[in-house]
């Protein structure tokens, strides 16, 4: 299941037209971080009768907590970033992904910020011509009209492997190597983000899978506990 993740959008109406995107492409289910004074009546006046999706709606306070389950985070930028995918290949990957995945989009006025782009497993884009940035629900429905599209397509057989690990784990991860990196001095405590989150990045990129973080988590451990 794809989740389209909104992170605190600023408007209930374009949440509606996202809902009501959702409902025209079957895309996926719709999670919204921390919306700012939101309308359940201006939503729905957009949502054109996509009620089912708003009902369904899940409304969390942070987005690690809307990735928890998660085994593949993409997050959408209007930014041109060396590396980024467009919808289609998006799509692809979404489909093919072993569990629960999700597909982050930013607020209206300013995107994701840097902090959490780096945090992705992969960084998707939307080609434009003149003008860079697309209304939030657009920019949903271009990424859901590809994912009806590719469901479209003969499906392949399903990946083999181990399970991947989730957001949930990856982030105990990070803040138990924060903890211990920390105490070791290899870490600038005024600003230890960005170096640890560029360090982690290796570890996404190679789509590790449970047993392989449980390891990780487990020498962490052993290391700390004779860290003095």
Same mark, same amino acid.
């Given at each position: ?16 037209? /996202?809902?009501? &995107? ?36 899940? @409304?969390?306070? *942070? ?9 593949? @985070? ?5 930014? *041109? ?15 093919? &992904? *072993?569990?629960?995945? &999700?597909? =982050? ?9 840097? @902090? ?8 998707? *884009? ?68 960005? /170096? ?26 052993? =290391?700390?506990?004779? @860290?003095?």
């Amino acid at each position: 299941m794809i989740r389209f993740v909104l992170h605190r959008p600023r408007s209930s109406q374009n949440i509606g037209a /996202a809902a009501r &995107a959702l409902a025209n492409t079957g895309a996926g289910s719709l999670w919204v971080v921390e919306p700012l004074g939101f309308d359940r009546a201006q939503a729905a006046r957009l949502a054109a009768g996509a009620d089912a999706i708003l009902d369904s709606m899940r @409304v969390v306070r *942070t987005l690690p907590e809307a990735l928890e389950e998660c085994v593949d @985070v993409v997050m959408t930028t209007g930014r *041109t970033i060396k590396g980024s995918i467009e919808p289609r290949e998006t799509a692809e990957r979404l489909l093919a &992904a *072993t569990g629960e995945c &999700a597909l =982050v989009f930013g607020d209206e006025v300013n995107g994701l910020p840097a @902090v959490d782009l780096r945090r992705a497993n992969a960084l998707a *884009t939307i080609p434009t011509a003149e003008k860079s940035s697309l209304n939030l629900a657009q920019a949903v429905m271009v990424f859901g009209y590809e994912i009806l599209l590719a469901k479209r397509e003969p499906p392949r057989p399903p990946p083999r492997g181990a399970e991947l690990a989730n957001e949930r784990l990856l982030g105990l991860l990070r803040d138990r190597a924060q903890a211990l990196l920390l105490r070791a001095g290899f870490l600038n405590p005024q600003q230890p983000d960005r /170096a640890l989150d560029e360090m982690l990045q290796v570890l996404r990129r190679a789509r590790p899978t449970r047993r392989e973080v449980e390891m990780l988590l487990g020498a962490l451990d052993q =290391v700390a506990r004779n @860290v003095r």
